[in-house]
């Protein structure tokens, strides 16, 4: 296992574990976890509903628990954060189960680095004094590759000779530099840009200055507006390139807002209203499900209650007491449900659509988002879990790295001179029950690539499970049906 400071674009989680895993990775908060038992009712990239089991429900509830998960955000140190369900329609959870795996985890536990076939063997001074030679496959894998998120700003202010303002019309550009941008100014989201490429278009006031009889005669014939502003608008720094993922406009209190703006209220406001609105059908979905139950236990046939819409159900009378005083709770919790819902909608409204606060003189900030791919390089600092770090060196061609008796190449080659000195024998012991775990889920892969009986991959993997002595390693696949043996053998296939 080698690992960046940064999270990868793909989590692998370690063949070689510490036990610790789980433990930090649900601890650590990037996961989504469940807070309550129950079933998935419904999964998808950015929400997983469960359904609360009866026992775990407080008295008068719907029942039902929505998780929304965190898609494409900027952290603090420019990395990705991302949230990924890892749950299926229909399966049992228990509280505390991981239902998403975060960055740098992989299946509900930490995976910070990648699983990478090491060397240690010396290889012409390249890997003198710590340094690491790594193989041209590990680049194409995009292995060690990440997502940063750059967050750009471009400030409009009122200057004494007067306001700055964004637009497309820059003088002295060319059609080409302007073909990424709106007619607001603003640069379109998924456009490719790379150094030197407008961002954001802004003019600001030039200080009168002595013309020549040309220009006076120039300003005559075509107006005053060419000469009496220069370009000074945002650009892609040099030596990044990435994708615009992401745009927004704040405008001062009084100041008219431009279309972009307008354009990116509206869209802000269509999807709170679509996620509102989702989230209620659901909470709703559970209220009926539970008035259902009500109305058939006090004796109203379920086939005629079908016939009839959902929102008269509430308008029957039961003769039972009990039943009666339960309908009327779960009754008044669907007016309170919408009635929240209406209380939420207006807020968000009135988030979204009031001017921003801003510091004094400026009128509008445009903050524009990249998504920039890196992949690891010569120079960029890599580990293991042993303290043993060192530099990468080299990128070396596949056909000139070492290679095993059945001609298969590594993915790194090790300096042999740091283990001894620093005496951490860990690295060796993990290297060699890393080939023995690799070992195990080819093995397993073969078998699900032949389609084997289930019968001889349970049997298989239950071999593997009882070789070490340790108690809680134990696992009795008895206990599990086709379907979970089936699903654990995907995830042990790696």
């Known amino acids: 296992m080698q690992r960046q400071a940064v999270p990868t674009l793909r989590a692998d989680k370690p063949l070689v574990g510490t036990g610790m895993e789980r433990a930090v990775a649900v601890d650590s908060g990037v996961t989504a976890v469940a807070k309550r038992g129950g079933v998935v009712q419904y999964v998808d990239a950015s929400r997983i509903v469960i359904k609360v089991n009866e026992d775990e429900m407080y008295p008068g509830e719907a029942g039902i628990d929505i998780y929304n998960l965190t898609k494409y955000t900027r952290s603090n140190q420019n990395t990705c954060i991302n949230q990924m369900p890892c749950v299926s329609l229909g399966e049992p959870v228990e509280r505390g189960d991981v239902l998403a795996d975060g960055p740098s985890t992989d299946l509900g536990e930490l995976a910070l680095g990648q699983n990478m076939r090491v060397a240690f063997m010396p290889w012409n001074g390249y890997n003198f004094e710590d340094s690491i030679l790594v193989s041209e496959r590990v680049v194409q894998e995009d292995r060690f590759t990440t997502i940063h998120i750059q967050e750009l700003a471009c400030v409009s202010r009122d200057t004494k000779l007067g306001p700055e303002e964004i637009t497309a019309d820059i003088p002295n550009v060319g059609e080409a530099a302007l073909s990424k941008l709106d007619e607001s100014g603003i640069v379109y989201i998924g456009a ?293 043996v089936m699903r654990l053998a995907e995830n042990l296939r790696k």
């Not at 892969?445 to 289930?454: C, G, I, R, Y």
């Open 192 to 484: 490719e840009v790379t150094g030197g490429d407008i961002l954001v278009g802004k003019v600001t006031p030039k200080g009168e200055t002595q013309l020549t009889p040309e220009e006076k005669l120039l300003r005559a014939i075509f107006g005053e507006k060419a000469s009496d502003v220069k370009d000074s608008s945002l650009r892609v720094p040099n030596g990044v390139s990435g994708t615009v993922i992401d745009v927004q406009v704040f405008t001062r209190d009084g100041v008219e807002k431009d279309k972009r703006a307008l354009e990116i209220e509206e869209m802000q406001l269509k999807q709170a209203k679509k996620d509102l609105s989702e989230e209620l059908q659901i909470l709703e979905a559970g209220l009926f499900s539970r008035i259902r139950a009500v109305l058939v236990a006090g004796g109203v046939e379920a086939e005629k209650l079908d016939k009839l819409p959902r929102d008269r159900w509430l308008e029957l009378g039961l003769t039972d007491e009990e039943k009666q005083n339960q309908l009327e709770q779960l009754a008044e919790q669907y007016d309170e449900l919408k009635h929240e819902f209406e209380k939420k909608l207006e807020a968000k409204r009135r988030k979204i659509t009031q001017g921003d606060d801003l510091a004094p003189g400026v009128l509008k900030i445009v903050k524009v988002y990249l998504a920039v791919k890196r992949r690891i390089q010569p120079g960029d600092k890599m580990a293991g879990r042993h303290g043993n770090k060192g530099v990468i060196s080299k990128i070396n061609p596949i056909e000139d790295m070492p290679y095993d008796e059945n001609g298969t190449p590594v993915d790194i080659v090790l300096n042999p001179l740091g283990v001894p000195s620093r005496m951490n024998i860990g690295q060796i012991l993990e290297t060699h029950l890393g080939m023995a775990a690799k070992g195990i889920g080819d093995k397993i892969n073969a078998m699900l690539k032949q389609q084997q009986e289930v019968a001889k991959l349970r049997e298989f993997i239950q071999r593997a499970y009882d070789l070490g002595a340790d108690v809680r390693q134990k696992v009795d696949l008895s206990t599990f049906s086709d379907e979970e």
